[in-house]
């Protein structure tokens, strides 16, 4: 037979090709996590932010007795905010202060929220999470 008339690859051709492929995935790999990492990121300052301002417009515009508050679960804040005082999310949304709900919010904050950030206000008035790892953003733990 002759073997010369066969086609096809031969195993160098093969193991040459899998290497470049190794080469080309260990370069956009970490290149693709890391734009991942700060995609969630971003979009958790972007519900940051939205919900701050959500809060701001509340605080501003109510008044009970002469003293602006903010809009929390317990409903006891005054016009200082208490730390680890829960915002109550759906209460803004059906007040007009939300168009819609972040998809970061835990359950702590609004019935059917699916999240894992409970918002909250701090002492000086800023909104932040404590993620289910503890205080602010935890890489990866994100909608």
């Known amino acids: 037979m002759n073997q010369r008339g066969q086609k096809g690859f031969t195993l160098v051709e093969i193991l040459i090709v899998l290497a470049l ?3 080309l995935v260990a370069i ?3 290149s693709v996590t890391g734009f991942l990492g700060r995609g969630k990121s971003q979009a958790w300052e972007s519900d940051r932010r939205t919900v701050q301002a959500s809060v701001d417009a509340y605080y501003t515009d109510t008044k ?4 602006r508050v903010y809009p929390t679960l317990n409903g006891t804040s005054s ?3 208490a730390a680890n005082v829960y915002i109550n999310m759906t209460h803004l949304m059906n007040e007009g202060y ?3 709900l972040p998809e970061s919010a835990s359950t702590e904050n609004c019935s059917g929220c699916t999240g894992y ?6 002492t000086k008035g800023r909104v932040t999470t404590i993620s289910l790892f503890g205080r602010g953003y935890a890489e990866g733990i994100y909608p």
């Open 21 to 23: 492929l190794g080469i």
């Open 28 to 30: 956009v790999v970490p």
């Open 64 to 67: 009970r007795a002469t003293k």
């Open 79 to 81: 016009d200082t905010a």
């Open 98 to 100: 939300l168009n819609k």
């Open 117 to 122: 950030y409970s918002w909250f206000v701090d």
